[in-house]
């Protein structure tokens, strides 16, 4: 990887670290839903995140 290529956006992961954070405190991994409330974001907007860290590679779902 070339110095100029970034992995990902500084707003891209804030939600890894929002997550990591969230799950060590309160032992669960957070819902969608409490990341909308974090970030001040519209529901369709968090979504569209989690599936791009997905399809990069810096988050995994797992079913519930």
Same mark, same amino acid.
């Given at each position: 990887?070339?110095?100029?290529?970034?992995?990902?956006?500084?707003?891209?992961?804030? @939600?890894?670290?929002?997550?990591?954070? @969230?799950?060590?405190?309160?032992?669960?991994?957070?819902?969608?839903?409490?990341?909308?409330? @974090?970030?001040?974001?519209?529901?369709?907007?968090?979504?569209?995140?989690?599936?791009?860290?997905?399809?990069?590679?810096?988050?995994?779902?797992?079913?519930?």
């Amino acid at each position: 990887m070339s110095p100029s290529t970034k992995p990902f956006t500084p707003t891209q992961g804030q @939600y890894p670290a929002f997550i990591h954070l @969230y799950t060590w405190l309160h032992r669960r991994p957070p819902t969608e839903t409490d990341m909308q409330e @974090y970030f001040r974001v519209s529901p369709p907007s968090v979504h569209q995140m989690v599936l791009t860290l997905e399809r990069a590679g810096l988050i995994r779902r797992q079913p519930i």
